[in-house]
Nanobody, 115 residues
Framework: QVQLVESGGGLVQAGGSLRLSCAVFGSSVEEMDWYRQGPGKQRELVAQIFTSSGRTKYADGVKGRFTISRDNAKNTAYLEMNGLQPEDTAVYYC??????????WGQGTQVTVSS
């Protein structure tokens, strides 16, 4: 059974930084993503990384501020968030794809940015 354990959310002032972690247990992964869902908003893809190639993709609103990375040996994904703004306030969810194309979600971690 695949289990995702997220950590690193919290409260930060505008301009601050946070790093989210997502440890995956029970399977190797092919793709690791971070999504977020703000108050009254739909869940959106924030960043994506393919574990074999390291290729990344970002939502336009976070380019240059957020960095997704992974440690394949630890089966862990990270999201480094810098220059946080109140509009980044959301529940952040880790999502992974395991072979063959199985989707798994983390429990979510709250990120709150105060102005």
């Amino acid at each position: 059974q695949v289990q995702l354990v997220e950590s690193g959310g919290g409260l930060v002032q505008a301009g601050g930084s946070l790093r989210l972690s997502c440890a995956v247990f029970g399977s190797s992964v092919e793709e690791m993503d971070w999504y977020r869902q703000g108050p009254g908003k739909q869940r959106e893809l924030v960043a994506q990384i393919f574990t074999s190639s390291g290729r990344t993709k970002y939502a336009d609103g976070v380019k240059g501020r957020f960095t997704i990375s992974r440690d394949n040996a630890k089966n862990t994904a990270y999201l480094e968030m810098n220059g946080l703004q109140p509009e980044d306030t959301a529940v952040y969810y880790c999502h992974v794809v395991t072979f063959p194309f199985n989707s798994h979600w983390g429990q979510g971690t709250q990120v709150t940015v105060s102005s």
